[in-house]
């Protein structure tokens, strides 16, 4: 187990040097001239090479690089173009934000699509696994930012309209300060996150669920005459997760493309939108930032589900 | 003294006279029938064959109705408080917050995605199945390595990266192409490494082998038939994806811009004005939406056909 | 080697390890798959390789085509070395051996058709092709009787027995001088397996054959093998004549699984010899003889020696038993309760 662990967490740490590695390829070794892109288009060479020595970009690649994980290593992500405050305190700052809306859905989508996935599997070609596999199809096609606008359009705008106002179209209010706000602005984000994804793990739940329900050791518990809520319960869904289990490690690259859309439409100063507000302000520092600390965020999630996985399924451990 | 089972000797030799198939058709033709009998799959195809033909004709059908996707008309096309017109004879769709038309504009944005997605996709495919096919049938260190990189990939958060990118190099359709094909095919690429790992231990692969084939062919002749079927059922389901993502940039501001009409952006103008423009929001979105599903439907009626063993069917 | 031997192997090993981690693990296990075998198969003999499931029977076939490469030990097919040859130096002798394989149902690719199958051969070693090469595909068809109209189907069209002999026609098209049969009927209904049988018979006189044929089921190593070789745990524990096998079997081993057979001596049945305990593992095979932990004769010269497989008196020079105490005329085993 042990040795498990740290393989595991070396291959993290390499994955994290790979991602720094391609992030600094990106946007410090690339034909394209980031310095003339700040510098504008109308800048003459004289101005681009002037930026361009200001932020220290035409020192020797390798200087660069060393000075780029030295900063890294030290957690010095650089100044905002912006505001020119540290790119590091404005991070920090929306990851709360950005932490809720993550966890929360991600509770959200896993209830939703397990026990929808069980309920289909249980009752398979019955209406309501009609109904299950039809929703899951639905809501797996649609893209978030249509279901977010749709969900804003229907919840927000058409609740208030009616003077029902519930649901808050925008702003983030602290858990610290008050919980019942903090559910309240978060909820309408929560299921456009939370509702695509569940069901993608609706029809994996399903899919799996039916494979080990069909298996013969399930008949045999049956035929032993285990009550069937424990069959499927304690016997089958533990073997019928593993797929999922898997899925959801994958998934976080795609939770974070989520979190950005959401937070754009739902006004949550997080930290997807601050990413889609650098690139449009070209506040190159921040960028990288964000993408680095999300980066970080996938690896030790990853981690942390690899080793999630060792632990309900021990032939892992052994590979 | 319990009977013995008979034995190979009491089946004398017969003359071989039984030369009859026990089936008729071979798995393609049988895949091909199960999918035309699939009434959900017939029409799916239909709507895109007409989505496809739509964003073909697009120019005759600027002709037919008169408008141009980026011709602005603040007088005619704006009501008088400046406000998109609604649905009407002259413009089917409406007007948007410049008096364009929608409905041309649509129809124009069908060709974005639809080039989008295919084109993706089809690399996607295509490196990722060649990758996945050399990695899984060479195994060792090579295997090892090349599966770690896909797995990195697939690690990395794409929205994210995607938007990084456009970032430095200014937002445009290529790019967008760029990088979804760069994320899609680690995923296509782990499928068929994983189908080409389970097949190189069947038999016939081994009697390949004891026929003299070399590596190259046991690859290209032998392996790559049976990886058809997985990838194809693949492709169904990234193109759709890949329409989502340029949709999901384009929306953002970071795919393809203003005025060129996708039905991403067209979506985000749409939002300054939903309260006073429902048509504005319905038709791109439901564009959008009738696409992917009818893409996602094919693709799984497309998988049910190949391998009627799937989801649908309660094994025994 | 004399002028009649086709095959000949000497102190064949075949070792796996037994994980398959290449990255992490560096595992001391091996299974000792074949562990010191010495054969020889003569022309146009059928040399019979009986033993249960794990016994090594099909390692060694492979080894012996070299379809794996050898731990250790000399294979010498007609005249050469091919022990240690890479695998493009192999390709002409690929001609000249081949293989049929067990299961029809994976043995041929699904989602080829079957005169592409059968035309693999011409194709590889580049013999003939286009019209050539259809015409000797539907020749081999109805060689193995087959319908050649049925060129164009895929597997999946054809009975088990069918595809066998799709098989046999792929094995058959370069002409090869030997064939390695891998328990070729073992997954056929036994009224099919009568007809494969014949078909491989006839076949053997037709084009001058020589058979290595792997097989569990006593009853069809009989009838179809000239010698056979009985295998337990990786060794060879006694070679005879067909007949000579069936009516005076030395090793214990052999007496055993003689007399678990269904009731093919004619004498009349025998009592079942029933063996203590379960096939060893092949990762810690037992010191000394192999056997000695289930044999009903075991000493305590068993458990620390190996006994050479050699002729032991009284017996032809052409069988051979690897045995301390081998069974004697007339005596009875007692290995345990006898079946009901």
């Keep these: 187990m042990v040795a498990f662990l740290v393989r595991r967490l070396a291959l993290g740490l390499v994955v994290l040097w790979?991602?720094?590695?391609?992030?600094?390829?990106?946007?410090?070794?690339?034909?394209?001239?980031?310095?003339?892109?700040?510098?504008?288009?109308?800048?003459?060479?004289?101005?681009?090479?002037?930026?361009?020595?200001?932020?220290?970009?035409?020192?020797?690649?390798?200087?660069?690089?060393?000075?780029?994980?030295?900063?890294?290593?030290?957690?010095?992500?650089?100044?905002?173009?912006?505001?020119?405050?540290?790119?590091?305190?404005?991070?920090?700052?929306?990851?709360?934000?950005?932490?809720?809306?993550?966890?929360?859905?991600?509770?959200?989508?896993?209830?939703?699509?397990?026990?929808?996935?069980?309920?289909?599997?249980?009752?398979?070609?019955?209406p309501s696994d009609r109904v299950v596999t039809v929703t899951a199809l639905f809501f797996y096609s649609m893209p978030s930012f249509l279901l977010g606008v749709i969900i804003f359009y229907l919840f927000f705008y058409r609740l208030h309209l009616a003077g029902i106002g519930w649901f808050p179209g925008n702003g983030y209010v602290a858990f610290t300060s008050s919980p019942l706000g903090w559910a309240q602005h978060l909820i309408l984000p929560w299921f456009t996150l939370a509702l695509v994804t569940a069901a993608v793990y609706a029809r994996l739940t399903r899919g799996s669920m039916l494979d080990v329900l069909g298996e013969d050791y399930i008949r045999t518990a049956r035929a032993k005459g285990l009550p069937e809520r424990r069959v499927v319960y304690k016997h089958a869904l533990r073997s019928a997760l593993t797929p999922v289990v898997t899925q959801f490690g994958i998934d976080f690259g795609t939770l974070l493309g989520g979190v950005i859309i959401v937070e754009n439409i739902f006004g949550l100063p997080g930290l997807g939108q601050q990413a889609v507000q650098s690139v449009l302000q070209q506040d190159l520092p921040v960028v990288i930032g964000t993408i680095l600390v999300a980066a970080a965020f996938i690896v030790v999630a990853n981690i942390i589900v690899d080793i999630v996985y060792g632990i309900l399924d021990p032939r892992v451990r052994v590979h | 003294m319990t009977q013995a089972p008979p034995t190979v000797e009491a089946f004398e030799a017969r003359p071989v006279e039984d030369t009859r198939l026990i089936e008729a058709k071979g798995p393609w033709r049988l895949a091909w029938e199960r999918l035309r009998r699939d009434r959900v799959a017939i029409v799916c195809f239909l709507v895109i064959v007409l989505i496809v033909l739509v964003a073909v004709c697009a120019p005759l059908i600027a002709d037919l109705v008169g408008h141009k996707p980026n011709a602005t008309d603040q007088l005619g096309g704006l009501t008088p408080e400046g406000l998109p017109k609604g649905p009407s004879w002259s413009h089917p769709f409406g007007t948007d917050s410049l008096g364009r038309d929608i409905f041309i504009r649509v129809v124009y944005a069908a060709r974005i995605s639809l080039l989008a997605g295919v084109v993706a996709s089809t690399l996607a495919i295509i490196v990722g199945a060649v990758v996945g096919l050399f990695a899984g049938y060479i195994g060792g260190m090579t295997d090892s390595f090349l599966a770690r990189t896909m797995d990195v990939i697939l690690s990395f958060p794409f929205l994210l990266f995607g938007i990084a990118l456009v970032s430095i190099v200014g937002p445009s359709l290529g790019i967008v192409i760029g990088v979804i094909a760069f994320f899609s095919w680690a995923s296509v690429g782990r499928i068929v490494r994983g189908q080409t790992i389970s097949i190189k231990e069947k038999e016939y692969i081994e009697a390949a082998r004891s026929l003299g084939a070399g590596d190259v062919r046991i690859m290209f002749v032998d392996v790559f038939p049976n990886l058809i079927a997985p990838v194809l059922v693949y492709l169904t389901l990234l193109i759709p994806a890949a329409i989502v993502f340029e949709a999901t940039l384009s929306f953002l501001g970071l795919g393809v811009i203003p005025p060129t009409p996708t039905w991403g952006n067209m979506l985000a103008e749409s939002l300054g004005f939903y309260q006073v423009a429902w048509w504005y929001v319905l038709f791109p979105a439901a564009a959008l939406l009738i696409t992917t599903l009818a893409f996602n439907l094919l693709g799984d009626s497309v998988r049910d056909a190949l391998d009627p063993r799937g989801e649908r069917l309660f094994r025994q | 080697m004399s002028d009649d031997v086709l095959l000949q192997a000497a102190r064949v090993v075949k070792r796996f390890p037994v994980s398959s981690n290449a990255l992490f693990r560096r595992s001391r296990e091996q299974v000792h798959a074949v562990d010191g075998v010495d054969l020889e198969v003569r022309r146009g003999e059928t040399l019979g390789v009986v033993g249960e499931t794990g016994c090594g029977k099909s390692t060694l076939a492979r080894c012996l085509t070299r379809l794996y490469p050898l731990t250790d030990g000399t294979v010498v097919f007609d005249g050469h070395d091919i022990s240690t040859l890479s695998r493009q130096a192999l390709r002409p002798y690929r001609l000249q051996m081949q293989m049929i394989f067990q299961d029809p149902y994976s043995s041929l690719n699904p989602r080829r058709r079957v005169g592409s199958i059968i035309g693999d051969p011409f194709a590889i070693h580049r013999m003939a092709g286009g019209s050539t090469r259809k015409r000797q595909v539907q020749e081999l068809m109805e060689l193995v009787g087959l319908n050649p109209e049925h060129y164009n189907r895929f597997p999946a069209a054809f009975s088990g027995g069918q595809r066998q002999r799709i098989g046999v026609a792929r094995a058959l098209a370069l002409r090869p001088k030997l064939i390695v049969c891998d328990e070729p009927v073992s997954a056929l209904d036994v009224s099919i397996q009568a007809q494969i049988l014949n078909l491989l018979n006839d076949l053997q006189r037709e084009l001058d054959l020589t058979y290595l044929f792997i097989a569990h089921d006593l009853a069809v190593v009989r009838r179809v093998s000239d010698r056979i070789a009985v295998m337990y745990l990786g060794k060879v524990v006694e070679l005879a004549d067909a007949e000579e096998l069936f009516d005076r079997p030395r090793h214990p081993y052999t007496a055993a699984l003689l007399s678990a057979a269904t009731d093919i001596d004619d004498e009349g049945p025998r009592e079942r010899i029933l063996l203590r305990g379960d096939v060893p593992s092949p990762i810690d095979p037992p010191q000394g003889c192999r056997f000695h932990t289930r044999c009903p004769k075991a000493r305590e010269l068993c458990a620390t020696a190996e006994p050479p497989l050699e002729s032991k008196a009284g017996d032809a020079s052409s069988h051979q038993t690897a045995c301390h105490f081998p069974v004697e005329e007339g005596e009875q085993l007692a290995g345990g309760s006898t079946a009901a």
């Design chain 1, 18 to 126: 790979v991602m720094t590695g391609v992030v600094f390829v990106m946007f410090f070794v690339a034909p394209h001239n980031v310095a003339s892109l700040i510098a504008g288009r109308q800048a003459t060479p004289e101005t681009v090479a002037l930026v361009k020595h200001r932020l220290g970009l035409d020192r020797p690649l390798l200087t660069q690089y060393l000075d780029y994980m030295w900063n890294l290593l030290h957690g010095n992500l650089g100044y905002s173009f912006y505001n020119s405050s540290p790119v590091r305190s404005l991070i920090w700052q929306r990851v709360p934000v950005t932490f809720s809306l993550a966890l929360g859905s991600a509770f959200l989508w896993l209830a939703m699509g397990i026990s929808a996935g069980v309920l289909a599997a249980t009752r398979p070609r019955t």
